[in-house]
């Protein structure tokens, strides 16, 4: 089984700062690693996913996150935020074997971003 | 990019009815889709698995009696809350792959079932 940990619950941060979301992995098999992004009473889109190759990956909003299998992470990054980018971010993993689009999701991590 | 569309959005009902929710894939034929249930400042946790035209999958815990699960079509899929009570108040959401893609499931805007 898989099993997805977001560390930190919220995280508030200033508008133009940086700032990172963590995000770690469990699994004894290979993982497709995905970000997903919902703001308030709404469902969840997709950020960004890592499936193979680059371990770097991009969002077309300025987001980016890395996978790093040696320690099992997918952090989020962003070098500047706006106040559009608060919202709940989830990390999520599935296996690329039987039901793919099977999601596990980590807890969550509340960003604000503040004026 | 794919669309999920969820309906309805909001839905306030009595306790000891049943509610209806929807859940279409509007530009692609869903062969799965999957239902997730959502507590207030929690994470989303999967309630069952639908094929289309089979049986849902449910995870453990989950009543299947409770939450009816129907998938009859490629581009529709239900989930009924019979006998509805205020502890199944809760966000539901639904998610569909298919056509073609077994790397990505594509999300529904949710439902807030609020049962009073």
């Known amino acids: 089984a898989q099993s997805v940990t977001q560390l930190d619950s919220q995280v508030p941060v200033f508008e133009e700062a940086p700032v990172e979301l963590r995000c770690n992995y469990s699994?004894?098999?290979?993982?497709?690693l995905f970000w997903y992004v919902q703001y308030p009473n709404q469902g969840l889109q997709l950020l960004l996913k890592?499936?193979?190759?680059?371990?770097l990956v991009e969002s077309i909003n300025g987001f980016e996150a890395e996978f790093n299998k040696s320690q099992t992470s997918f952090h989020l990054r962003k070098p500047s935020v706006h106040i559009s980018d608060t919202a709940e971010y989830f990390c999520a993993v599935s296996v690329p074997s039987g039901s793919a689009r099977q999601l596990t999701f980590g807890s969550g991590t509340q960003l604000t971003v503040l004026p | 990019g794919a669309v999920v569309s969820q309906h309805p959005s909001r839905v306030i009902c009595k306790s000891g009815t049943s509610v209806k929710i929807e859940c279409r894939s509007l530009?692609?034929?869903?062969?799965?889709m999957f239902w997730y249930r959502q507590f207030p400042k929690q994470s989303l946790m999967l309630m069952a698995t639908s094929n289309e035209g089979s049986k849902a999958t449910y995870e453990q815990g989950v009543e299947k009696d409770k939450f009816l699960i129907n998938h009859a079509s490629l581009t529709l899929s239900t989930l009924t809350v019979t006998s509805a009570h205020p502890e199944d108040s809760s966000f539901y959401i639904c998610?569909?792959?298919?056509?073609?893609?077994?790397?990505?499931?594509?999300f529904g805007q949710g439902t807030r079932l609020t049962v009073v």
């Open positions: 699994s004894s098999v290979s993982v497709y």
């Open positions: 890592y499936l193979s190759g680059s371990t």
């Open positions: 530009d692609f034929q869903a062969t799965t």
């Open positions: 998610s569909a792959s298919g056509g073609g893609t077994n790397t990505e499931a594509f």
